[in-house]
């Protein structure tokens, strides 16, 4: 009887240790999938970046050249015109109360025509401040009368933003503002800035709102989504019909 129990106890520690290896094994083996999943995911999401940033870079060289093509050479046609128009008025003054309303008209359209070329470069924000950039777009647009823009900062000169960082940052305020303009009707239009240690932008309508799983406005969430996400940032869009939408953008903690 002894040996027998001797031999049922030393088969019992021996299945216990072939478990207690096998779940070793198991684990082992999880840990390594774990670390291949991760070690891929990090790979496909570094691969995704890397094509975000180069159609980014392929956007803003395109944008760079329009906005030269419009500066350099409808800017000029429309000073040339207007020059036209002047001389008209000096050789003939009698034409002076027609002619002016045109001539204001072309002037005024100039001047629009330069301030949106600005817009549309990066360049102009290598040595321009993210926010004075921002505000000068807002009183182009507030001279439309269509909407009442504003912006609040929160400590002002504590910001710091990288090169990357302020084109990303306008290029999502561009493409929020420009959907506010085209889809919600609203009447007011509010940007929120506050927390240097951890940039936060709200920008706020009044408008109709939307629904969120409506399939071409989400698009063009995602990809200001894919954009934030390349220099750090988390995009979240709450939005209600008849109560207007509002856009959060907050840097991570690293």
Known sequence: MTDIAIGIIITFLFVCMALLFCAILIKVYVAK????NQILFDKQLEHQKAVSKAVLETQEETLNN?????????????TYLNLQLEQIKLQQPELTAIIQPVSTTVNDLAINLRDLSHSMTSNSLIKTPLFKVIEKEIERVNRLGVVVCSIDISNREDFYF?????????RIFQEVLNNMLKHSRAGEFTINVSNPEQPSFSFIDNGKGFEINNESLTNGFTNMKLRSELIGYELQVKSQEQKGTHIQLVKEIA
């Open 66 to 78: 329009i906005a030269l093509d419009l500066h350099d050479d409808t800017g000029q046609r429309l």
């Open 162 to 170: 990288s090169l990357d960082e302020k084109i990303i940052l306008y």
């Open 33 to 36: 999938v774990k670390k291949y």
